[in-house]
């Protein structure tokens, strides 16, 4: 079930954008931190993405500050496995190989001390593995930059304990454990894809810190007092629906006779994650994508190709200009399009999900409010790409 | 005999004359003209360069003598002519036929071979009738895998079971679709040859199935599938192939020189010398096991999983079978004596993992399909039920074993299957990959444990290519931009 709503087309945003220029923000979104957003376009992987890459960084005032002499994290985002048909994971579900090649490498050549790429990965497998797994030339992508590391988060890894990263204003979670190369970087990096989700509407940089959890601590069958190192499963259980808590090793949540509903869970989840490890520098991949679904397995899964790259430092600003180039409403409320489940779901049950960039304005961790948001390089009207109609369910 | 002996034979059928003529009914005429003049020179042409050194004929089905001589007679000179190109010729035997004259004439035309067709080959008073007459040169059943136990004396442990080596097609426009485990459905029958050459110890392991509608890659595929474990395909023209060829047209001449080609590359690089598998994983095998469908779908689906495993007859049990493996699967050895119990045992105790079913040991209540001890530096895994879910175990594998210590992986390229082997000499390993969908595998990356600086990669009818190996993970890694049907590499230290 849909509360009725319906998706913006440009003659639709630019009025959006005009009324809330009018004073339509206000309270904790007025006052909540703002910061310029690049948008990029490109026609496909092979089309200049170095420099078209680098431009965007200049766009927002150049990244050797940042990196330099640093050591950098990026969390990339390689949900699930499998393809669709002929299309590699990182043409659909997964960021493209070359996206992460192009920023090793840029940070690199800023003089970034060490890259270390981040992402869950199967139970004793190595996150080059699922690399491999993909496609990926990953010697490579070892080779793009002087150190390029890559860890599986999904459990202890090279590290001796769990960093505990504290979440203030937590919704669920008042903090969590997560892999120690979350603490380690001086400059942590979200490189997502930007593509639909099956529970919760879109999955966009806010979203892609979900993946941030150990399934060790957070996955079905994770431990019951500490970590269980040989857990396999996702995080259903413990996040989704929080059937079950976290190892008891770990912050517990807030309420845990709170609201259950997936739908309500994720997205304030991955809001606390964003808190509890603030975000340098986002970057969305939408060069090729997905329509439908977060990944194959979800019934109705479309390849598409939106053609752009939307780069910015704060998480809530990025992921706002990114729903508008999808062609959403940034400030859409729970169940209006696209927060909402996009596959049916049984009479009488829930089907709204909530909006995470209002979440996250809402504890004032940037502005959701597109007027204040400065955007750079190609303008939003020029590089929109209508997701919504080209869903088939 | 000619063509060396059944272990060096490399088989075709080669269907044709009156015979054939009879057994298939309603025939296009133009196909039944080329099957009218098979058995010449024109037929026997095509093999020269090919590997293909056996051919099998259909010698007799019990139907008009007139005709069964007409067609004995024919095939009397192609013999000779044959032997001349030393070519072996197998007359195929069908269930009506009359043992006691069939292998009278069989003896008269020199043939190299009788093959039993169908229930023929279980049927233990023909088999033995045909012996008297026969004697003991080659017989070989192309019936079901029960055929096999109706006499040890089979020159090839052979079977007409088998699939047509594929990726199932799970969405209705053709395409492979994606599942949540990101595994197509694979139909193989790499597992089965390893099963009858562990069967039929020394002997040489054939499939006789058809290919129904097949294109070239279909071809290559069946012959890979079965080569890239030891045993062989028995090659099967279908018709339009076999009307081109007689024909000389060019499409069906370049779909021949690719099956050749296909055929040569197994026979220079996998049959011509010794290899002996390489395995982290011993399956033991029962044929007294009460659930054969089970036992099967072990090795398929373990197989399916890329696991490396080698399968190892109870009656063959033995220190040196289970040496430098890493788990054994020993469902099958139920209830163990006391010597396989020793042996397992010690094989746990020294830090192997042993698999296990409930007569092993008795087991508390629970839930778990599997419970887990540690036995020694190793550990001990029962399944708590007698039938033990193939696909779970097939899962559960990967973890038991630690996908660390495979000792070789492929990545990227779900619609592919491996086999290694390695050289007696040592030093050398041959990794043959035979991609079962009908759409490319595309930057697939190999990784074999341990350092091996020269890396060729080889494609049937093309020049052998160096690679450049990697050796910043674990182990070797090279990547194969493109495997069209099958690929082999051959590592060297």
Known sequence: MRTADKRLNRREWLAAAAAALGGAARGLAAEAPVSPVSIGKYAGYDDHLVEGLARQFNQLGGIGRLVSGKTVAI????????????????????????????????????????IRLLEGAGRGEPLEDKMLNGGWDVAALRNSAPVVEFENTNYLGSGKRYARLKAPRGFIYPGFDLNHSYEDADVFVSLSKIKHHEECGITLTIKNMFGATPNSIYGDDAGVDEPNENARRGREAVLHLGKRPPSRSAPQEIDPAGNRYEGYRVPRISVDLVAARPLDLCILDGIESSVGGEGPWVKGFQYAKPQMLVVGWNPVCTDTVAAALMGYNPRAERGQTPFHRLTPVPEGQPAWAENPMLLAESIGLGSADLSRIEVRGVPIQEAMFDFESRRKI | MHAAGPENWVPARWNGGPLETARRGHLDPSFAAVLKDWYGTRSLDLLSGTPINCLLVPWSAGVEPKLEAEQQRILTSFVREAHTRNIAVVGVLYPAAEPRRAAESAVKAKLDGLALAGEAASDGRFLAELRKYWGKKPVIPLGGRDALRAEADWAVWATKEGVPPRVRITSGDGAVMATTTSEPWIESNTWLVQALLAAGGSRPAWLGYALAEPSVQDYVRAIADASIAGGRW??????????????????????????????????????????????????????????????????????????????????????????????????????????????????????GTLVAGPSWAPLKEGEDEFVTAAMGSGELILCRREICAPEAVAREMVDWIGAGNLPVRVFNAPSALLRAWRADSGGTVLVHLVNYASSPSERVTVRLQGRFPTVRLMRPGAEAVNLKPDFSGSGTEVRVERVEVVASLLFEE
């Open chain 1, 75 to 114: 969390k990339l985002n390689l949900t699930g496995g499998g393809r669709l048909g002929n299309y590699t994971a990182g043409q659909t579900h997964w960021v493209h190989p070359d996206v992460v090649g192009a920023c090793c490498h840029l940070f690199g050549r800023a003089g970034a001390r060490r």
């Open chain 2, 234 to 351: 028995i090659v099967s023209l279908d018709d339009r192939l076999q009307a081109g060829l007689w024909r000389r047209e060019a499409q069906a001449l370049a779909a021949w020189q690719s099956i050749s080609a296909a055929l040569r590359q197994y026979e220079e690089i996998q049959h011509a010398r010794p290899l002996r598998p390489v395995s982290v994983l011993g399956i033991v095998r029962d044929p007294a096991f009460p659930y054969p469908e089970i036992a099967d779908e072990y090795l398929n689906l373990i197989h399916r999983r890329r696991i490396p495993f080698t399968v190892i007859e109870r009656r063959s049990l033995t220190h040196g079978a289970i040496a430098g493996l890493r788990a054994v699967l020993a469902l099958e050895v139920a209830p163990p004596s006391d010597s396989e119990r020793a042996l397992l045992e010690s094989f746990a105790k020294a830090g």
